[in-house]
T-cell receptor, first 113, second 112 residues
């Protein structure tokens, strides 16, 4: 079985400060891990993905995430938040060889001026 | 073209109506998906099509009827829906066996 836990339902930051969205996963096999972003009333956009290559993954819009097997974590970071980053973020896991996705419950990122 | 399109963007229907949602992609993907997303919740998988054949049905009520007429199109036929079916319906596609799914913008459905 596989599961994903997003540790914070809401994260609030000020514009220009760092962002940290936390994600822990549970998987019996080698997982593939993703972060998706969803702006209000929009579909999901893939930010970045980990598929057993480099453990530090760079994505779009300055986001990156580090796969830490020992901690079963895949936290999302960005050095400096922008107002346009305000959205819902989903951490997602997929078992190797299967295309179905298991979503975390989401973290709402709020960015204040 | 890395886009998944969905029509309509918004749909309001009564409980006795029949309507259809449409999804289209031209990326050559042979796996297509329907998800349902309630407010402030993650998407829930409804159906998966592989090579135009239904491969996964996540115990979805029969008032939702999917159809995949060709490799680029995916429909979701709706009949006798309930108010609790109001949600954002998302379509996605991927290469077979790939974990990377491309999502459309969704159809916001309201059942009155």
């Amino acid at each position: 079985a596989q599961s994903v836990t997003q540790l914070d339902s809401h994260v609030s930051v000020s514009e220009g400060t760092p962002v940290l969205l936390r994600c822990n996963y549970s998987s019996s096999y080698s997982p593939s891990l993703f972060w998706y972003v969803q702006h209000p009333n929009k579909g999901l956009q893939l930010l970045l993905k980990y598929t057993s290559a480099a453990t530090l993954v760079k994505g779009i819009n300055g986001f990156e995430a580090e796969f830490k097997k020992s901690e079963t974590s895949f936290h999302l970071t960005k050095p400096s938040a922008h107002m346009s980053d305000a959205a819902e973020y989903f951490c997602v896991v997929s078992l190797s060889g299967y295309s179905t996705l298991t979503f975390g419950k989401g973290t709402m990122l709020l960015v204040s001026p | 073209d890395t886009e998944v399109t969905q029509t309509p963007k918004h749909l309001v229907m009564g409980m006795t109506n029949k309507k259809s949602l449409k999804c289209e992609q031209h990326m050559g993907h042979r796996a297509m998906y329907w998800y349902k997303q309630k407010a402030k919740k993650p998407p829930e998988l409804m159906f998966v099509y592989s090579y135009e054949k239904l491969s996964i049905n996540e115990s979805v009520p029969s008032r939702f009827s999917p159809e995949c007429p060709n490799s680029s199109l995916l429909n979701l036929h709706l009949h006798a829906l309930q108010p609790e079916d109001s949600a954002l319906y998302l379509c996605a596609s991927s290469q077979i066996g790939s974990y990377e799914q491309y999502f459309g913008p969704g159809t916001r459905l309201t059942v009155t």
